[in-house]
């Protein structure tokens, strides 16, 4: 059983596009994240939720809204994509907001932006 | 604020031989520190972790660390590496007041051992 699982794995799109990536955990974890890792692979926060509310905003450009259904699922959508968004995109969850049990991470999506 | 160092950006080293991946981090509060290694289209998996205690961490496939107070660092070490190590491994660092999902990522290093 996957623990944190993210789709599509792969995502190729041209410039100006709107797209979602979906995540659901079922490890049934509080806190969720979207994480992302540049071609550098250096790796940043972007959100995070806790309990479908969010908790954690980074500098990120609000072409990017998280949405979180219920505490097991948090998406990402991406209005008008931009060249400089093309990363890989990691969601993680772990058991609450303070929690120093290490992260769950999905095994990401790559964004390419054409 | 939270900084952490990963002196080496790539290691190569040949299979069966030692391998010691450098880690520095700085903070002006007691800090918790993971090290997490990334497989080639994965995500980050944990490796070990340090909260308190021994300063000498086992983690999981052979690695361990030590965490070093004074020297504010946290190197990972494993005796004698495979093939199958080759990955991207990330130190982070956080503490009480964050948690593990506000941790502050090194820039990674990325083993490459060889036959």
């Known amino acids: 059983d996957t623990a944190v699982s993210q789709t599509p794995k792969y995502l190729v799109t041209q410039m100006g596009n709107d797209k979602s990536i979906k995540c659901e955990q079922n490890l049934g974890h509080d806190t969720m994240y979207w994480y992302k890792q540049d071609s550098k692979k250096f790796l940043k926060i972007m959100f995070s939720?806790?309990?479908?509310?969010?908790?954690i905003n980074e500098t990120v450009p609000n072409r990017f809204s998280p949405k979180s259904p219920d505490k097991a699922h948090l998406n990402l959508h991406i209005n008008s994509l931009e060249l400089g968004d093309s990363a890989v995109y990691f969601c993680?969850?772990?058991?609450?907001?303070?929690?120093?049990?290490?992260?769950?991470f999905g095994n990401g999506t790559r964004l390419t932006v054409t | 604020a939270q900084s952490v160092t990963q002196l080496d950006s790539q290691v190569p080293v040949f299979e069966e031989a030692p391998v010691e991946l450098r880690c520095n981090y700085s903070s002006s509060v007691s800090v918790y520190l993971f090290w997490y290694v990334q497989y080639p289209n994965q995500g980050l998996q944990l490796l070990l972790k340090y909260l308190s205690g021994s300063t000498l961490v086992k983690g999981i496939n052979g690695f361990e660390a030590e965490f070093n107070k004074s020297q504010t660092s946290f190197h990972l070490r494993k005796p004698s590496v495979h093939i199958s190590d080759t990955a991207e491994y990330f130190c982070?660092?956080?503490?009480?007041?964050?948690?593990?999902?506000?941790?502050?990522f090194g820039d990674g290093t990325t083993l490459t051992v060889k036959p």
């Open positions: 939720y806790n309990n479908k509310e969010l908790i």
């Open positions: 982070a660092v956080s503490d009480l007041r964050k948690g593990a999902g506000k941790s502050t």
């Open positions: 993680a969850s772990s058991q609450d907001p303070a929690s120093l049990r290490p992260l769950h």
